[in-house]
Structures are given as C-alpha cells and as structure tokens.
C-alpha cells in the first residue's frame, strides 16, 4: 500500500435534525449535518416521526381512496352478475 496517496480519515461529529450526535470516521473535515438518521428514521423505529408537510400524504390517501371505493364496487357489482348468471 503506497503511503502518501490515502487521504486522512478522522473523526467526525454527526448532527441530526431530531437531536441525536454521534461520532463517527470520515474523510470529511468539520461536523456532518444530517436530515434522518437511524434514530429518527422510520424504517429503523418502526413508526413515523416526520411531520407530513403540506399535507401530501393525506391527499394521496384520499385521491386513492376513491379509486380504491370504485374498484371495491365495480367487485361487487361483478360478483353480483356472476351470481345471477349462476342461477
């Protein structure tokens, strides 16, 4: 392994916006800021931390919600027709 050709590797702070640091080693220099770690992510936790902005996921709820209503009655109405066709 050559000597002069690997850049530094030190510590660094890690910042996250809910409020955990940690220490960890990087070829940054100074402290990382980060949105999401594994602390706050949803994935990791098992529940949601996030403050849904705008409203996004309620609306996408809804605007599938019908969608999901209409397909769910269009089965029955299917299953209906199946059923008389059988007698």
């Known amino acids: 392994m050559k000597a002069a050709i690997h850049p530094a ?3 660094v702070r890690v910042h996250c916006a809910c409020g955990n ?3 960890t080693r990087s070829t940054h220099k ?3 800021n980060v949105e999401i770690c594994s602390a ?3 994935f990791f936790t098992g529940k949601q931390k996030l403050v849904d902005t705008a409203g996004r996921v ?3 709820r809804r605007k599938y919600a019908k ?3 209409g397909k ?3 089965a029955k109405v299917e299953a209906a027709k199946v059923e008389a066709a059988k007698n």
């Open 21 to 23: 640091t940690f220490t």
């Open 67 to 69: 969608s999901d209503a």
């Open 30 to 32: 100074g402290a990382i």
């Open 40 to 42: 706050c992510h949803p």
């Open 72 to 74: 769910a009655e269009a």
């Open 9 to 11: 590797y030190e510590e």
């Open 58 to 60: 309620e609306r996408f």
